[in-house]
């Protein structure tokens, strides 16, 4: 194969070295800053007197009827809003220092406080998660299956022993193929009939000791990509196997039947890695899935691409036992083709006879980097080989040094005299393979792309739909491809189960579930329906005014669509704005200036020429909405709208897609005159129990809730950083408005940076800051009332993370409120949303009609707290929603910290009860609106970071408004004013 030489680059990498955490003890880890903030000496203090709790009683004591007084307190000159009834307390029931001050006066009181003395929590051992208080009564007791497996455990010792591979393998399928050999040769000598499972790596398990503590063994493998023009080498490996532990499963049985609160970990692992040992041998594993063309038959999704069928497998700790968590899974993967025909229907066009444009190269380049090919030119030898690039020359002006000499040949002529191969594709590019110190030529019309490639990059709109159809299925179809997947698997004549002593059962869980009711929910009293009562997890906007409809007085359109006529957006406008009118708003029906229609590359020329024609024709005041009307294929115009509005200009804008402007229907004009609404700082509706005072540990004291989330950058962007976004509640005691901030953060950092911070202010000294500080701050603004209590719903944490996330998450918190005020720690309750899991819930019969919705879906408000569950702490799944198509996935609840008290049916019927106060659409939905929302802000925010890009084409992190540039991060581009509290409803 021809070679060039390449200049070695040196690849420079930033490196983010997390700070030394001090050393902290239990008391600083569930209390930080109470000990700092009152300087006493630490003590066996209950955590009810560090934070003011009210009695634990309380919770359990008051049923939902109980009622707290609703009188107006006029110590603490608290304003009232007209249209509610705030729930206050007694000022016998609050902390005395509560009272005496307000926030902003405790800012020098906190000055001397540095980060060091206010406490870092940096062990988790000592903490524990949320005990589970109880399960809940609450409901209507119904039975469903779960996608859960019985799984009995072993009473075989497991024994663990340490792998080391000599030369060193970095491939963990050359790893497993070496192991397996060893296996295959030595089982029934050395290894005393044992058959171990291998994790890949450098752990080895065995059920019962193997017959040695320490062994050598020489290994043989004939190395099929190795080589370059050379024929195939046998390799020899040294392995050596070392005895490290026995695995004593009596701690793990002791765990699953509660005695036992920390589950140990290892023992499970080592279940895992058995009960994937064969399947790992039979599909192509991807994470904890496995994929196979054979399961079912690949689907294309265009440009190269199909999707797999497969199955996520994991082994789970429950109250019933071990189970085995089964789920069907889809993925994208590379199309075995040859790559002449890979890059023909990349491109959409034919490639034999036209040259390649400087995009095409692009596109071309970036799909096959990384990319797994293997040579066709030369019989039965199928060398493969990874691309590392594409040459920037046709095939037919490359040539190459064939001797020292200097003496050049071309690539066309070393492949006719080598392999009697006529390169027929001279016009196109060859492929790249090798290191970069030497690359190595091969033409594209000689090569294959390897079977089994996951396709990791973004997929494009098209093929995320035909993705899509793959994976949505029927509640009935889906249950019925994971009991057929159990019984194709047949996991109890696995060698490797059985060898372990491992059984399975192969029916779905039978569990026992409740359906929580509905909330009642408040509208106008103007409206002909002043409550109603949703059914089925959805209601409409029929006969019912908002319960809080604002004024949109100045308003203008701009039309980016060249097929929709200036006659129909108008006609488009005034239906709106008329909807507008009878759901409660005020709206006037004419324009600012006549409606603007452009181009879409003109977007910011347009925005900016439509704000200063406003204003100029205001004479001062604000334009108060901006309705813009785009493409149905918009690419990236609707980002560019969000950033130049919310970041530049501060205009509130509602985009409309064209086709719903030629097909006008009442229902999408209800929606979006429901986020009109909101965005103008309205409410739709409130709960009914939230405005009598009804909602236990909320409506008693002031509580605020909050909502935080973290979203990372795609697979493949190394640089973008990762954005957080933290909403809260602002108005208490309904529970309904939510008030947001954003920062980013560190590429690919779990742990939200900026929930409190400190920085030197050369006149003011120490400073507080942070979002969680602003967003208390905001609430007392809003509400006239300090919050006494905190409810954190904390999205997109792993179970890995949980630990590490409370304990940094927590304590900033309480460094929050202690910078507010000194001894000022509201009770906490942390709760992490997770939907990111493969538990699936299934009516008992899929025939009785009154059990499932329209989709077959079990009935929003099912609630699962026991079997499936964890064995000791608090959890709880919930399908809140309907489903519409495909099978719903219920919200994994996990309180992990809980200093309020809450009871099962407390914790779950708020949280079911806040679903039916999203915002923008009359369901209820599938997660939190707090934690819904707070995902909504970080995925916008991203527009606001895109477009700033370095020379070198990778993109910038950033930070939230005010932070200081620090490790790489800047500050994202601050928001307006008058977008903050609406950036995520949008």
Known sequence: ???????????????????????????????????????????????????????????????????????????????????????????????????????????????????????????????????????????????VKANHFMTQLPDKDLNQYDVSILPEVTSITLNRAIIAELVKRYKESDLGMRLPAYDGRKCL????????????????????????????????????????????????????????????????QILDIVLRELSTKRYCPVGRSFFSPDIRKPQQLGEGLESWCGFYQSIRPTQMGLSLNIDMASAAFIEALPVIDFVAQLLGKDVLSRPLSDSDHVKIKKALRGVKIEVTHRGNVRRKYRVSGLTSQPTRELVFPVDDNANMKSVVEYFQEMYGFTIQLTHLPCLQVGNQRKANYLPMEACKIV?????????????????????????????????????????????????????????????????????????????????????????????KKVINGMTVSRWACINFSR????????????????????????????????????????????????????????????????????????????????????????LISQCCLTKYVFKISKQYLANVSLKINVKMGGRNTVLLDA????????????????????????????????????????????????????????????????????????????????????????????????????????????????????LYELDAIRKACASLEPNYQPPVTFVVVQKRHHTRLFANNHRVRNTTDKSGNILPGTVVDTKICHPTEFDFYLCSHAGIQGTSRP???????????????????????????????????????????????????????EPEVQENGSLVGQGTKGSRESGGVRPLPALKDNVKRVMFYC
């Open 1 to 143: 194969m021809p070679t060039r030489q390449i200049k070695e680059g040196v690849e420079q990498h930033l490196v983010i070295k997390p700070k030394p955490k001090p050393k902290s003890n239990l008391q600083n880890q569930i209390n930080p800053v109470a000990d700092v903030v009152q300087k006493t000496p630490k003590t066996a203090q209950s955590d009810e007197n560090h934070h003011h709790q009210p009695p634990k009683t309380r919770g359990r004591r008051r049923g939902r009827g109980g009622r707290k007084s609703c009188d107006q307190d006029t110590e603490t000159g608290i304003f009232m809003r007209p249209n509610s009834r705030p729930c206050t307390v007694a000022a016998s029931q609050r902390p005395a220092n509560l009272l005496q001050s307000h926030f902003n006066e405790s800012d020098k009181k906190m000055s001397n406080l540095n980060e060091s003395e206010m406490g870092f929590p940096s062990s988790s051992k000592s903490l524990s998660f949320a005990p589970r208080p109880g399960y809940g009564q609450t409901g209507t007791v119904c039975i």
């Open 205 to 268: 398990f065995t059920a019962g000791e193997l017959p040695f503590v320490w062994k050598e063994f020489r290994i043989k493998l004939v190395d099929e990509e190795d080589g370059i023009d050379s024929p195939k080498r046998e390799r020899e490996y040294k392995v050596v196997i070392r005895f490290v532990a026995r695995v004593n499963l009596h701690h793990l049985g002791q765990f699953l039947a509660g005695k036992r609160a920390d589950g140990p970990q290892e023992a499970l």
């Open 451 to 543: 079977e089994g490639q996951r396709y990791t990059k973004r997929l494009n709109e098209k093929q995320i739909t035909a993705l899509l159809k793959v994976t949505c299925q029927r509640p009935k179809d889906r249950e019925n491809d994971i009991l057929q997947t159990v019984q194709q698997n047949s996991y109890n004549q696995d060698p490797y189960a059985k060898e372990f002593g491992i059984r399975i059962s192969e029916k779905l869980a039978s569990i026992e579930a409740r359906v929580l009711p509905a909330p009642w929910l408040k509208y106008h009293d103007t409206g002909k329906e002043k409550d109603c009562l949703p059914q089925v997890g959805q209601w409409n906007m029929m006969n």
């Open 563 to 650: 097929s929709v006529k200036e006659s129909i957006a108008r006609g488009f406008c005034n239906e709106l704005a008329q909807m507008c009118q009878e759901s409660g708003m005020e709206f006037n029906p004419d324009p600012v200036i006549p409606i603007y229609s452009t181009k879409p590359e003109h977007v910011e020329k347009a925005l900016r020429h439509v704000y200063h024609m406003s204003m100029n024709k205001l004479k001062g005041n604000e334009l108060e909405l901006l309705l813009i009307i785009l493409p149905d294929n918009n690419g990236s115009l609707y980002g560019d709208i969000k950033r130049i509005c919310e970041t530049d200009l501060g």
């Open 691 to 806: 405005i009598s005072c009804r909602i236990p540990l909320v409506s008693d004291i002031p509580t605020i809730i909050f909502g935080a989330d973290v979203t990372h950058p795609e697979n493949g962007e190394d640089s973008s950083p990762s954005i957080a976004a933290v909403v809260a509640s602002q108005d208490w005691p309904e529970v309904t408005k939510y008030a947001g901030l954003v920062c980013a953060q560190a590429h690919r950092q779990e742990l939200i940076q900026d929930l409190y911070k400190t920085w030197q202010d050369p006149v003011r000294g120490t400073v507080s800051g942070g979002m969680i500080r602003d967003l208390l701050v905001s609430f007392r603004k809003a509400t006239g009332q300090k919050p006494l209590r905190i409810i954190f719903y904390r999205d997109g944490v792993s179970e890995g993370q949980f630990y590490q996330v409370l």
């Open 891 to 945: 919200a994994h609840y996990h309180v992990l910290w809980d200093e309020n008290n809450f009871t099962a049916d407390g914790i779950q019927s708020l949280t079911n009860n806040l679903c039916y106060t999203y915002a923008r659409c009359t369901r209820s939905v599938s997660v939190v609106p707090p934690a819904y929302y707070a995902h909504l802000a970080a995925f916008r925010a991203r527009f606001y970071v």
